[in-house]
């Protein structure tokens, strides 16, 4: 199982960026992906899952509205579109996969399976 995040750089508040996670070594359609984010001094927080099994979507409430989590089966890629970015985005965002069925169980429990991670900073 392969994971590779890409799409972070540094942005001034409330621009976007476009996170991609690009999977190999796995079928992709059978896993729930998600993106992860670690600021620091702080804990891995779930941001935002997708489901493999029916493309349902949990996103955490402080991005709510802002992010949008999508997926491109043919090209085993998920994407994070992160609008209206904040300070409080600044972190490492890290890509994962896992077998959980359900969107806001993988991202409330945690993946099995994990990607480098890619920096996010938002900064005026």
């Known amino acids: 199982v392969q994971l590779q995040a890409s799409g972070g750089g540094s942005v001034q508040p409330g621009g976007s960026l476009r996170l991609s996670c690009t999977a190999s070594?796995?079928?992709?359609?059978?896993?729930?992906i998600g993106w992860f984010r670690q600021a620091p001094g702080k804990e891995r927080e779930g941001v935002s899952c997708i489901s493999g099994s029916d493309g349902s979507t949990y996103y955490e409430d402080s991005v709510k509205g802002r992010f949008t989590i999508s997926k491109d089966n043919a090209k085993n890629t998920v994407y994070l579109q992160m609008n209206r970015l904040e300070p409080e985005d600044t972190a490492v965002y890290y890509c994962?996969?896992?077998?959980?069925?359900?969107?806001?169980?993988?991202?409330?429990?945690?993946?099995?399976?994990w990607g480098k991670g890619t920096l996010v900073t938002v900064s005026s």
């Open positions: 994962g996969a896992g077998l959980s069925d359900y969107a806001e169980e993988a991202c409330l429990d945690g993946l099995d399976y």
């Open positions: 070594g796995f079928t992709f359609n059978y896993y729930t």
